[in-house]
């Protein structure tokens, strides 16, 4: 994989960039921003970050971001701290959680959304065991069932609540 130096004008974050014709199979984490160019399989993690799925990029996963846009192709399923941008040449295959969901014409979405409305699309796990982690409810066991609730790794859960 490929890193470079951000610059916007004040950031000292690095950006990654999975170039075309290179293959992760597994576990990626990331801090800020990923380009993918080529292919992962397995499972992604921001705990803040903005996923960028290029136009021959191919994601395959387990994905909890902050932020994905997507411009390729992508199946699985999809958290979403924040929102989910599926841009015109861009394909989901899966499930979506996310509070936010741009789709522009010409896109592909095949599958299912399940959209908090109000304060409640952040994850509601202290950490501690309060709350049920999955963004519904007060925590007092008032959760959606469980066939449609995806729980995010605890350190995005966390994120999340901040």
């Known amino acids: 994989m490929l890193l470079r130096k951000k610059n916007n004008g004040g950031g000292d974050g690095f950006g990654g960039i999975l170039s075309e014709g290179t293959e992760i199979d597994g576990e990626v984490r990331f801090a800020d921003e990923l380009r993918v160019d080529g292919r992962i399989t397995g499972k992604v993690q921001s705990e803040r970050g903005r996923l960028l799925v290029g136009e021959s990029g ?37 499930n979506i959680h996310s509070p936010a969901l741009i789709i522009e014409e010409g896109a592909v979405f095949e599958g299912n959304c399940e959209m908090a409305t109000g304060s409640s699309h952040q994850y509601s796990s202290d950490g501690n065991g309060n709350g049920n982690g999955n963004g519904y409810g007060n925590g007092q066991g008032d959760e ?5 609730s995806v729980d995010p790794p605890p350190e995005i859960a966390e994120a999340a609540t901040r």
Do not use: C, D, Q, W
């Open 58 to 94: 191919h994601v395959e996963a387990e994905v909890y971001v902050a932020i994905a846009s997507i411009s390729g192709t992508m199946s699985g399923t999809l958290v979403a701290a924040t929102k989910v941008e599926i841009h015109a040449t861009g394909r989901f295959y899966g």
């Open 144 to 148: 959606r069932p469980k066939s449609n």
